[in-house]
């Protein structure tokens, strides 16, 4: 049975005030849930990452980020590193969000470094896929995603796989208000959990989460969920409204 995880990613939104209150509404209305029935985390700004993680402080939520950098330390002007990430109290990574991929340019290659530097500094990667409209329109989604997960796990063993999360965000429904409908987000986990059942066993498959996100909102979250293959959301507008992430947490549950 796979626990249900849902993520908050804040994107470059809220401040130092805003952050901390967010958080702490986040805790005080999942303290029932949290941790015991659900797995929840948020992923703020980098600068507000230690602030945050205080506000956390003895609660049942994660903290992560919303990138990483694959390189340990040295000249790289502007980037953060895994050990800088678990240094302020990180538990996971979003590596290969759609916004990085289509608004920044990483490659499957960058992100696969990212993957595996977010595995070896302690950190568990949430690794993003998902498809453009353009190449869902030319029925093109499962080839997408059959290469962003062959190249994003590229070299990554067995042994390390319990680490990873997989979210799948079609891009167009990526703060658009579209959504996937439960059946579309539905065909395509299943293809995730077949492809991870391919490239290493049942077993492994069985037990990864695969989350969804695009557009979810506490009036969708139930339904989307209650796929079979469905084992988590990554939210992002309805992440910024305390209530709204609430009501999304339990609804998953
Ligand atoms: P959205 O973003 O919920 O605002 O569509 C989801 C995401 O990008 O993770």
Redesign the pocket.
Known sequence: MRKSFIAG?WKMNTDVHSSVKLAEGVVSGCKDVAGSKVDVAVCPPFVYLQQVSKALQSSHIALGSQDIYFEQKGAFTGEISAAMLKDVGCAYALCG???RRHVIGETDELINKKVHAAILGGLLPILCVGELLDERKANKTDEVVTRQMKKGLAGLIAEKMSAVTIAY?PVW????GLTATPQQAQEVHALIRKLVAQMYDRKIADAIRIQY????KPDNAGELMSQEDVDGL?????SLKTEDFVAIVKASV
């Open positions: 990613n969000h759609s916004e965000e429904a990526i703060g658009t996100g695009g557009s979810v990554l939210v992002g507008g309805a």
